[in-house]
């Protein structure tokens, strides 16, 4: 069974930067097209960035495009996400996960907070 961890998230001011990590285990992600998802309060979760298993294309979706980088690294079995001129309404828990569905078991995802 596949367990994903996010870590990263934090507080920042509106402009400032985070880089977000995804580890898995029980699944080699490199098999795997992955995906970074978020959730703000009262808000479904929503698709923001994706990778392919071969390290590429992306894929983004329009609120974040040019500001937000999604990359991996099949060594260390870890997906990252690049979150630049970072803006208050990016404040969302963020997920890890395949893309697309069906998905894995959720992991607790990571908090990001960004004041104006």
């Known amino acids: 069974q596949v367990q994903l961890v996010e870590s990263g998230g934090g507080l920042v001011q509106a402009g400032g930067s985070l880089r977000l990590s995804c580890a898995a285990s029980?699944?080699?992600?490199?098999?795997?097209?992955m995906g970074w998802f978020r959730q703000a309060p009262g808000k479904e979760r929503e698709f923001v960035a994706a990778?392919?298993?071969?390290?590429?294309?992306?894929n983004y979706a329009d609120s974040v495009k040019g500001r937000f980088t999604i990359s991996r690294d099949n060594v260390k079995n870890t997906v990252y996400l690049q979150m630049n001129s970072l803006k208050p309404e990016d404040t969302a828990v963020y997920y890890c996960n395949k893309n697309p569905s069906p998905f894995w078991d959720w992991g607790q995802g990571t908090q990001v907070t960004v004041s104006s």
């Open positions: 990778i392919n298993s071969g390290d590429g294309p992306t």
């Open positions: 029980g699944r080699t992600l490199s098999r795997y097209d």
